[in-house]
């Protein structure tokens, strides 16, 4: 996921100091269909909003792979007559804080400002949303930015691995498809093609509308009419196609004069929705999530010394989003490292997981979930994903419950019903020649 940050606010430091025991999600939608979740915390005088739209990379085809990136970003750049520098001296004026992030299936901006200045942030907020202006000489220059950016990364093993393995993984599946897109889409993008993408992605019936913090909820329905009402009133973006499963196993050798190979294998995983999320969740703590307390870092790193890290996770999305393993070693030691990954993981879902290592997991990862959702910024990211994804309001609190409900059956049936181990996609950039 790229984040991009146009201010940096007075209050940046500041978070909500308070324990939320409790996370109290309301939920309505908008007159004109936009799907609202609030959450009310009067602890600071702070006002958060995401606002998300299905319009994430993978609404991108081959030849116009880059368009969705170019046109989030874009957006903040021109808006309604104000030019760059008009908004982000607004925003800063006011200490406000505002960004954007993209990933396959979400393109959102998001805003922080205090209270007191809620009205002045909201009338640029809503420019931006609203009526973006996609300045010609603006896209020009960036176009050309975007470019070296591509340019330089297509020299880095890291996103050189990163590209070829969600090609080999997905095929022509709109998530295998580059995210910032290649040389030429987005040389050839035009003014047009922003506000064409803009107008039948950024509707108002798609939208999702994440606010927290201190206001009402009569406040909240106000601020979220202001958001949605100004929206493009097209048709809700459809949902994305399925994803094929690989027939059989992928092996790509990439030769870079790097001194480290890179090395990513995987699988399609589960969609945000699957049953099976929570024991895949634990599951993948114990096999390569755990950092340091890992099977993967036990056997690769500790024992055999072949790595610094190596890490496992899925990656749940609309659709199948990847399961996947990652690792860098030294070139002469990449197949060893490779055999040594598939021989754990294949013992891991072969014979399963122990007690002792159910009951560790289980312990950190619910030791640990207070943290993640203990500021305001913390729970707006919460509330986005609860809400694009459209899972239960009752997630936060059922979190550890459902972590603790967990087997080690379970997580074994999980895996193996999920990863296919002889279709595996691997991928490795800097192998020894």
Do not use: C
């Amino acid at each position: 996921m790229k984040t991009f940050h146009f201010f940096i606010l007075l209050i940046t430091s500041v978070i909500a100091s308070t324990s939320h025991a409790a996370v109290n999600i309301a939920h309505w939608q908008t007159s004109v269909g936009s799907r609202v979740y609030f959450v009310e915390n009067h602890d600071l005088p702070i006002i958060d909003m995401s606002v998300g739209f299905p319009a994430g990379s993978a609404r991108n085809t081959s030849n116009t792979a880059g368009l969705a990136e170019m046109t989030l970003h874009m957006m903040s750049l021109g808006a309604a007559g104000m030019g760059e520098e008009d908004i982000t001296n607004a925003f800063a004026d006011i200490g406000a804080q505002t960004g954007g992030s993209l990933d396959a299936d979400q393109a959102s901006f998001t805003l922080r400002t205090l209270t007191s200045e809620q009205d002045q942030a909201l009338h640029v907020f809503k420019k931006i949303l609203h009526q973006p202006d996609f300045p010609v000489d603006v896209l020009a220059r960036e176009k050309s930015r975007f470019v070296a950016g591509l340019q330089e990364a297509e020299t880095q093993p890291e996103s050189i691995s990163k590209k070829v393995f969600m090609q080999a993984l997905y095929g022509s599946h709109p998530y295998g498809i580059a995210e910032g897109g290649e040389v030429n889409s987005i040389n050839a993008i035009e003014r047009e093609a922003l506000q064409t993408f803009y107008q039948q992605h950024y509707s108002a019936k798609s939208a999702v509308i994440a606010l927290m913090g201190d206001m009402t909820r009569a406040q909240a329905e106000s601020i979220a009419e202001q958001l949605s009402v100004g929206l493009p009133q097209t048709p809700a973006v459809q949902a994305l196609q399925s994803v094929n499963l690989p027939q059989k196993a992928i092996k790509q050798v990439i030769p870079h004069p790097a001194s480290q190979a890179h090395i990513l294998m995987g699988y399609p995983g589960i969609k945000r929705s699957d049953p099976d999320y929570f024991p895949l969740y634990v599951g993948n703590y114990i096999l390569g999530g755990g950092g340091f307390v890992s099977r993967l870092t036990e056997e690769v790193r500790e024992k055999r010394g072949l790595v610094y890290s190596v890490y496992s996770y899925f990656m749940p999305m609309a659709e199948q989003g990847p399961f996947l393993i990652g690792l860098q070693t030294k070139k002469e030691q990449a197949d060893e490292a490779l055999n040594v990954v598939n021989q754990t993981l294949t013992q891991f879902m072969e014979k399963g997981i122990t007690d002792a290592e159910l009951k560790a997991a289980k312990s950190n990862i619910t030791g640990g979930f207070p943290m993640r959702i203990d500021s305001n910024r913390k729970i707006i990211g919460y509330l986005a994903m609860i809400g694009f994804y459209q899972l239960p309001l009752t997630y936060l609190d059922d979190f550890n419950q459902a972590v603790n409900k967990v087997t080690a059956a379970q997580i074994k049936a999980a895996f193996n019903k999920r990863l296919q181990l002889n279709q595996f996609v691997s991928v490795i950039v800097g192998a020894q020649e």
